[in-house]
C-alpha cells in the first residue's frame, strides 16, 4: 500500500511558477514510477507528465512540454512538478500517482497506476 500526498498547489498569475510536490508512504517509492495527471470539471483526468523508476527519463504531455519538470527524489520519498509560465489554461486540480507495470514505454495512461494522490488545486488567473 502506498499512499500519496500532494502540495503546493494555490492561485498563480499568468506567467507566473508554482512548484506541486508528492509525498509518498512506505519503503518501496523508488519501485514505483510516478506520474502528474490534471483534471477540470467536466473533462477526463488527463496525464502531464511521468517519471521513470530512478529519475532517469521523463515524458511529458505535448501542452506542458518546456514549461513543466517533473523530477523525484527517491531519498525523500517525493516526486516534483516544476511548473513555469503558466497559462489559465492550466487550471486543474493536480494529481500525482504511482504504478508498477512491467515493461512501460511513453507518458502512461490513467490505468497504469494503482495509487493516486486526493489531489491539489492549481488557479492561473489574473
Known amino acids: 500500500q502506498v499512499q500519496l500526498v500532494e502540495s503546493g498547489g494555490g492561485l498563480v498569475q499568468p506567467g507566473g511558477s508554482l512548484r506541486l510536490s508528492c509525498a509518498a508512504s512506505?519503503?518501496?517509492?523508488?519501485?514505483?514510477?510516478m506520474g502528474w495527471f490534471r483534471q477540470t470539471p467536466g473533462k477526463e483526468r488527463e496525464v502531464v507528465a511521468r517519471i521513470s523508476r530512478t529519475g532517469s527519463t521523463t515524458y511529458y504531455a505535448a501542452s506542458v512540454k518546456g514549461r513543466i519538470t517533473i523530477s523525484r527524489d527517491n531519498a525523500k520519498n517525493t516526486v516534483y512538478l516544476q511548473m513555469n509560465s503558466l497559462k489559465p489554461e492550466d487550471t486543474a486540480v493536480y494529481y500525482c500517482?504511482?504504478?508498477?507495470?512491467?515493461?512501460?514505454?511513453?507518458?502512461?495512461?490513467?490505468?497504469?497506476?494503482?495509487?493516486w494522490g486526493q489531489g491539489t488545486q492549481v488557479t492561473v488567473s489574473s
Open positions: 500517482a504511482a504504478g508498477r507495470v512491467p515493461g512501460i514505454v511513453g507518458l502512461s495512461t490513467r490505468a497504469q497506476y494503482e495509487y
Open positions: 512506505g519503503r518501496t517509492f523508488s519501485s514505483y514510477y
